[in-house]
């Protein structure tokens, strides 16, 4: 029996060097098993060790790419990455729920590249951004980003505060203790599973939370519970860190 097909949408930047954005998107995807759609955020002018600088798509253009996507497609998962700032992170949000409103949407939370020197989505605050969580199925912010969200709180305290409205996954890559654990915190806090890695990572690569944040959107697009994707997405990000000793590294799991 032929396996159903699953069309699965990055909305990110357009990273020259492919380690990040919906390139990297699109190779996690495609590694994963998935049909993966993309469209244009943002343009950046870098590579995976240089920021030179950003063009932002407006919303209108953004809106231009998604159209013909959604009257083609069945498109259940959405996953969000670099964005200009919460208008138009409100905009997309709202249209996507407006296209399907049983979507479900990843967002990972980009407030400031690796690469870059300046911070961007400055204005996604706590207090703001939770008038939108509702409608996301799942955050993934790193341990810096939690701090950004919520500075005035430990970041696991930060993450489980933010799980009252969707489900967190915590990226642990930034920790200065239990380095690489990563927390999902479950919506509402029901319960809270902790991923421990199994490999130790050699090598840091550029674009590693895009690639994580894909494949758990993978996982779940193929019918995996959300622990389970989760674990998976876990090991498929420790091949691909060890992949090369290079910053750009290998989808081949």
Not at 8 to 26: H, I, K, N, T
Not at 65 to 71: A, H, R, T, V, Y
Not at 128 to 157: G, S
């Amino acid at each position: 029996m032929a396996r159903r097909l699953e069309y699965v949408l990055s909305v990110a930047g357009f990273d020259p060097s492919g380690g990040a954005g919906v390139l990297a998107d699109a190779k996690t995807f495609e590694n994963q098993k998935v049909m993966g759609l993309g469209v244009v955020s943002a343009v950046t002018y870098q590579h995976e060790s240089l920021y030179v600088g950003t063009k932002w798509l407006p919303f209108e253009e953004i809106q231009r790419q998604l159209d013909p996507l959604f009257e083609k497609y069945k498109i259940d998962w959405v996953k969000v990455g670099l964005i200009q700032d919460f208008e138009v992170l409100t905009r997309l949000v709202d249209y996507l729920v407006f296209r399907n409103p049983k979507v479900k949407i990843i967002l990972d939370p980009i407030l400031k590249p690796t690469a870059a020197k300046e911070s961007f989505s400055e204005q996604i605050n706590c207090d703001k951004f939770r008038t939108i969580a509702p409608k996301l199925f799942m955050i993934t912010p790193n341990w810096e980003e939690i701090k950004l969200l919520l500075p005035d709180q430990d970041p696991i305290e930060g993450a489980s505060t933010l799980s009252a409205d969707c489900h967190v996954f915590l990226k642990g890559g930034h920790r200065t203790e239990k380095l690489g654990y990563d927390t999902l915190f479950v919506k509402r806090g029901q319960k809270s599973f902790s991923y421990k890695s199994k490999q130790h990572v050699k090598y840091p690569k550029h674009g590693s939370g895009c690639v994580l944040s894909s494949a758990i959107l993978s996982n779940l697009a193929k019918g995996y519970t959300l622990h389970k994707s989760c674990l998976l997405a876990k090991r498929y990000i420790e091949d691909f860190l060890n992949s090369n000793s290079t910053l750009l590294g290998w989808h081949n799991r």
